[in-house]
């Protein structure tokens, strides 16, 4: 199988080629990546000898780079290029509808134009708004976006679905809840949470931190992409869920009781703006008709993460450098 992975030196990208590639002997991907500041050729570094990787650096939305490697002949496209961070959308939401929605039309464009036979959408379940204490997203749930990132990501779903009803697209749409895991940028919650821990620094915590989410290790994320693209039927939205609720200060704090340090580092900052309390996957459609299901609980997951970090504190340290650390200072100074 021939991939073109869109995306694939952030997170959840390079976890998925590095299972893709660990997992099959007859698995070709080509990863095309923008290398804005959460892509990282580090995540991949051990895999750029593979004779079966091939790494392109180009953007979504540059229809030239777009259609030759479309024309190349992909047997699937896994969409995994995104901005992605809440707060980065509502301080500057412009590189969001660029990416989500205009690198997303480009792909099917050129996917269309070359007859490639399927292409995946990962999404998230952010488009489907906020719930209250009880209930759960379903694949039928109305899409109510609530933040600009949300809005770009619940457009490019729509898109493909529009392509789907429209032409007759082999798109499908998959929806996870959050990821966690090794390579992900610290600017999103648990490895921030991680990263301030282990030197000792504040842990900021918005509003009262009772905000729960739905908690899915990333290697989990990788088997279900897999089993979409070998199983999962054109037109389908799949939700991929872990099952797994948690509040944000339940994590935190079992952060610092794993890595020793005192609940006095938590401290509560001014909340996010428009704010989702509460995000639950119902993923039974993926269990019942992909076989899949979340093999790692979270305080599995959370040790194996803790771990990588700490043991890779050389990547820590780099990627916190320059950018990031200024976007984060200005972030939290006034709060």
Not at 40 to 46: A, E, K, V
Not at 80 to 103: C, K, M, P, Q, Y
Not at 238 to 266: F, H, M, T, V
Not at 297 to 320: C, H, M, Q, S
Request: with cysteine; charged share 25%; aromatic share 12%.
């Amino acid at each position: 199988m021939k991939l073109l992975v869109t995306g694939g030196a952030g997170f959840i990208g390079s976890n998925f080629i590095r299972f893709m590639l660990e997992t099959y002997s007859d698995v070709w991907i080509v990863n095309l990546d923008k290398l804005t500041y959460a892509g990282n050729l580090d995540n991949l570094r051990d895999l750029e000898t593979h004779p079966h990787y091939t790494f392109v650096r180009g953007d979504i939305c540059d229809r030239a780079t777009v259609e030759k490697l479309m024309s190349a002949g992909p047997d699937a496209v896994v969409n995994l290029a995104a901005e992605t961070h809440v707060d980065r959308s509502i301080e500057d939401a412009r590189s969001f509808i660029e990416t989500n929605v205009l690198g997303t039309h480009c792909l099917l464009e050129a996917a269309r134009a070359n007859k490639v036979t399927r292409f995946i959408q990962v999404s998230t379940d952010e488009v489907y708004g906020s719930l209250s204490e009880t209930g759960f997203f379903t694949e039928e749930t109305p899409l109510r976006p609530n933040s600009p990132y949300a809005a770009s990501k619940a457009s490019a779903d729509l898109l493909v679905k529009a392509y789907v009803h429209t032409f007759a697209f082999p798109g499908i749409i998959t929806r996870c809840s959050n990821n966690f895991g090794p390579y992900q940028f610290p600017e999103k919650f648990l490895p921030l949470m991680i990263n301030n821990a282990r030197q000792g620094k504040t842990l900021p915590i918005y509003g009262d931190g009772l905000y729960i989410r739905d908690w899915l290790f990333a290697r989990d994320h990788c088997r279900a992409l897999d089993c979409v693209l070998r199983q999962g039927r054109a037109g389908e939205v799949y939700n991929i869920g872990g099952n797994n609720e948690w509040r944000n200060i339940d994590i935190a704090k079992r952060i610092l009781r794993l890595l020793r340090q005192p609940e006095s580092l938590l401290t509560f900052v001014k909340d996010r703006p428009g704010h989702d309390r509460r995000y639950a996957i119902d993923a039974s459609k993926s269990f019942r008709e992909l076989g899949w299901k979340p093999e790692t609980r979270f305080e599995e997951g959370l040790g194996v993460t803790i771990r990588w970090y700490l043991e890779n504190d050389a990547w820590l340290d780099k990627v916190t450098s320059g950018e990031y650390r200024n976007y984060y200072e200005r972030m939290y100074s006034n709060r």
